[in-house]
């Protein structure tokens, strides 16, 4: 399952040049903190995950079997694992019950906090959620600064759609306000 995350992870934040990617990587669960950096990655199993870079991501995604794309983003006071991925994967296989290779669902992680007390994490959320706003307005300028590079040769034409569960409707809402501000000026 191929996925994005800003997210920072136990090794470096730095992505390593096109050369030495893939690279094995781990969720670093008690830094809340958003990392201005963006990792787009694949889950190959409970726990095990690697950073693949954005070309091969989107490469991957463009020639995905499914019809359409469906970015999901989490509410609050989850964390990768057991909430977001097992869930991501019930939903893949809904969509794959009701017709395979219609979607294929691509979750984007932002950091939810990782102690006891869900009133505390949902508090601390909120500012996890509008700090990712940054960094997720990236990832919407990469993809059409790589749509644009695709346009002569063979474009990506796929159907993409985005849904926002809880608090992911705050990430989505001021990642479009980011990018409608800094980059789409």
Known sequence: MLFITNREFKETIETPDADTLPRPVTFDLDKNAPANSVFYCERQGAEQYREIGSQSFLERLKESPAK???IFIHGFSNLPEPDIFP????????????????VEVVPMIWPCDNDLGIVKDYWDDQKSADQSAFSFARVLQRFMDWREEQRDGDPCIKRINVLAHSMGNRVFRETLRVWDRYDLA
């Not at 869930?87 to 219609?102: G, S």
Request: glycine share 0%.
């Open 68 to 70: 359409q794309l469906l």
């Open 87 to 102: 869930r991501v994967e019930k939903l893949q296989a809904l969509f794959d019950a009701r017709e395979e290779n219609l």
